[in-house]
């Protein structure tokens, strides 16, 4: 008898990024403004997920407990310097889901734009890393529940009251 | 975020005024006795509320209103799936004879009477007047909902302050809580006006 490892469900929570191999999924809940990101090589079936908060870093330069995992600009650079570590020679190919814009007040408050300045920042800091985005789910009024299947790449989107994406 | 005892110990007062009378306001509505429980006011981390109060993957409605002037914000009322059933079969009579959108109606015009019964209250006791907008409802994941909300009004840290009112009747659990979103440095003006 061939012992196959269990597949785990490895459950990212806001402001964090994980690492994990296949037969494993990914899994980040509850997406609104927020973006996750999966970069992944189909060669080790290695992947990272990410899940951050805010596009940028640098207005909260000065703080002593910043978090790296938490803004677009670190976390990807960092998840991406940890996945070259475990890969050789690595392809990676990304994907991103969230961003949305879940209340929908009139103002002119720049934080009322997060969910698109993420996903713009996303998009740089993948561009950045000469990392090609192969397909997305952005932006609309819907939080997301993101699941990545480790062996094959396909990402699940499950919204609310809607049907459920496959990117 | 850092404030003495006595700091949260006045900013639960002014909650616990606030949520005393959404509670009467609820029952009056309802025409029954709607309990709350001591407010929560607590600097929590993202992990920690959704295991204390609210799974992020649970589905929610949320009703969101903001608030407008020197105090401004928003008041988020946030019910589960069970809550709109009992709550809107206290109002209406029996709810499975309802339309989800006419739940819905009655559960979006109970949260602006508690929103707006809870920022006249605080507002007599910190000497301001508060006004809220009109409320918008949606339906959604609670982590979703919770984590935009507080960022949408600057709260970007991974920890937030939870400012939670949780109501109950006849001793039966009701998943309906009130959720104070103060805009930064709105905390600190309404501490200062308590003088301490």
Known sequence: MSI?????EVKIGIADYQISQAPNQLITVGL???IGTIIYDEHTKIGGLSHIMLPDSKPFAKRPDLNPAKFADLALPLMVAELKKKIPYPHFKAKMVGGANMFNFKTSSASQNIGMRNSAAVKA???????PLVASHVGGNSGRTMVVDLNTFQV???IV???TVYL | MKYTDLQIDGLREIINIGGGNAATSISKMVSQKIDMKVPEVKILTYSELYQKILADDVEVYAVISRIIGKYAGA?????TNEAVDQLSSLILGNADQQEQQVKLSAISELSNIVSNSFLNAIGKVINAQLISSLPQITNDFFGAIISSAYMAFDNYDEQVMVIRNEFSYSKQKLD????LIPEEGVLDKMIESLGI
């Open chain 2, 75 to 79: 008041i988020l009322f946030i019910v």
């Open chain 1, 125 to 131: 800091a993948l561009q950045k890393l000469k990392i």
């Open chain 1, 32 to 34: 609104g403004s927020c």
């Open chain 1, 161 to 163: 009251h809607q049907e």
């Open chain 1, 156 to 158: 699940t989107v499950k």
């Open chain 2, 176 to 179: 309906a809580s009130l959720f």
């Open chain 1, 4 to 8: 196959s490892p269990k597949p785990i």
